[in-house]
């Protein structure tokens, strides 16, 4: 479909100037954002409005890539996997699946995660950007924190919940009475919960330095740091809160990510172990590990506390190190329950998992 004469005119001027262009399909109007301010021109369709727009849409290509509008855009994976000189023109091509494909390109820096944001204010826009540390630390960042944070409420599945809230976690963004509201949240929201076990130990409000685990001191040693940290406060809020979210969970994403965030905490004593797949192979692997590491802990390395010495904490460690997707793939490939149903089919394969958490939680 040809553009009329005065749209195509009008397309010229702006895409000669613009850093960034977005379509606004209901009032069939085309905005740009320029070095100094943002100009608009309203659309004059001659035909059907879809055909204009894809016209449209093709002679900005035409402008910022050499060629007619790429369909292969739609078919762009989110892995960001885009030339650095291409994200700038992306741009300026008014399709939401390329300001997409720039936010989550490993070369997005704070200046084009700005014109992204003006081109397309989503929270799925918004989490793709948070992630880059150079945007979260720029002057970008703290727009899309609370962007996030303000439309959280509204959102509706368990794994945009578990992505924000660790987003928002990690970012470092949040000030002291923002944090205290989402953990408040949290305490009557599994998913948000799970979000908090994402980002790690150190954000549940327990004050105490982050653990560092000497990966390089041998075994030992690192079941002894790994048991300290498990009998602090720090450590227990952290597994009872894993326990409350298993015990709660909704859905295969709050399952899920709170498995992976009980097998980061524990994997320094498992490295690249194969993760088990059912129950019968994690008490197997857990019996193999603990007794080929025979671990004697050093009395004078360890806390007062006894139980620190306990071999079925030790055994209850491993087994969270362990714990991982692959435990629950076999039960989601074949069944799509939620809620208490899933909870009561998952109870066989989790227990393990639950008689880790207990241990280490009764011995406290």
């Known amino acids: 479909m040809q553009l009329a004469d005065e749209d195509t005119l009008r397309l010229n001027v702006l895409a000669t100037t613009a850093l960034a262009i977005r379509i606004d399909e209901k009032t069939m109007s085309v905005e740009a954002l320029t070095e100094r301010q943002t100009h608009r021109i309203e659309l004059k369709p001659t035909g059907n409005p879809d055909r204009y727009l894809r016209a449209v849409r093709e002679s900005l290509s035409v402008f910022a890539l050499g060629t007619r509008y790429p369909v292969f855009i739609r078919r762009w994976t989110r892995s960001g996997a885009l030339e650095t000189e291409r994200l700038a023109r992306l741009l300026r091509l008014g399709e939401a699946e390329a300001v997409v494909a720039v936010a989550a390109s490993p070369n997005l820096d704070d200046e084009l995660a700005q014109r992204a944001w003006w081109c397309l204010p989503t929270a799925e826009v918004a989490r793709l950007m948070l992630s880059h540390p150079d945007v979260a630390t720029g002057s970008t960042g703290p727009k899309l924190s609370q962007f996030l944070l303000d439309h959280l409420p509204f959102e509706d599945t368990s794994r945009s919940i578990i992505d924000t809230v660790k987003l928002l976690l990690c970012s470092r963004l949040l000030n002291d009475e923002e944090a205290g509201q989402l953990r408040a949240r949290a305490e009557n929201h599994v998913a948000c919960m799970v979000g908090f076990l994402s980002a790690g130990p150190n954000y549940l409000g327990v004050p105490q330095a982050a653990p560092r685990f000497d990966t390089e001191s041998g075994n030992d040693a690192l079941m002894e740091q790994l048991l300290q940290h498990a009998a602090s406060r720090q450590g227990e809020t952290f597994l009872r809160c894993a326990h409350r979210a298993l015990k709660k969970a909704v859905d295969m994403d709050t399952v899920v990510d709170t498995l992976k965030a009980l ?47 306990n071999p079925d904490r030790q055994s209850a460690l491993i087994a969270l190190g362990l714990c991982g997707e692959p435990l629950v793939a076999s039960f989601f490939a074949k069944s799509d329950a939620v809620g208490s149903l899933m909870r009561r089919k998952l109870k066989p394969v989790l227990e393990p998992v639950f008689a880790a958490l207990e241990t280490l939680i009764e011995q406290n």
């Open 263 to 309: 097998g980061e905490y524990g994997k320094p004593l498992c490295g690249e172990t194969v993760l088990p797949r059912s129950a019968q192979d994690l008490q197997q692997i857990v019996e193999s590990l603990t007794d080929s590491s025979n671990t004697t802990l050093d009395p004078d390395q360890v806390s007062a506390d006894k139980s620190a010495k």
